[in-house]
């Protein structure tokens, strides 16, 4: 069983920077590909990156350039630096684990909250 759970969420205004966390409760990272994904309201759960335990990363068009993923083994801990905030990066982010090689195993942290606003 994986727990994760994402912080550093808050309110910031466009143009802004902002680190959110995600805390795994194993070491994760040998096992799992992590990703970050959003859902704003009336949209669809999207993926905004991810990374493999290569440290491999892939990123969604709208944020390529602006936010970037890096995790800390040490630490099981995902991070997603988010610069150059746009209101439309107003969503909810949430952590995602999922098993390599066996995609039907996927874990889901709470969701962290990210508003966009001057």
């Known amino acids: 069983q994986v727990q994760l759970v994402e912080s550093g969420g808050r309110l910031v205004q466009p143009g802004g920077s902002l680190r959110l966390s995600c805390a795994a409760s194993i070491n994760i990272f040998s096992m799992f590909v992590m990703g970050w994904y959003r859902q704003a309201p009336g949209k669809q759960r999207e993926l905004v990156g991810d990374?493999?335990?290569?440290?491999?990363?892939e990123y969604a068009d709208s944020v390529k350039g602006r936010f970037t993923i890096s995790k800390d083994n040490a630490k099981n801990t995902m991070y997603l630096q988010m610069n150059s905030l746009k209101p439309e990066d107003t969503a909810v982010y949430y952590c995602?684990?999922?098993?390599?090689?066996?995609?039907?195993?996927?874990?889901w942290g709470q969701g962290t909250q990210v508003t966009v606003s001057s």
């Open positions: 995602n684990a999922k098993k390599i090689g066996l995609a039907t195993e996927s874990y």
């Open positions: 990374i493999t335990r290569y440290g491999t990363t």
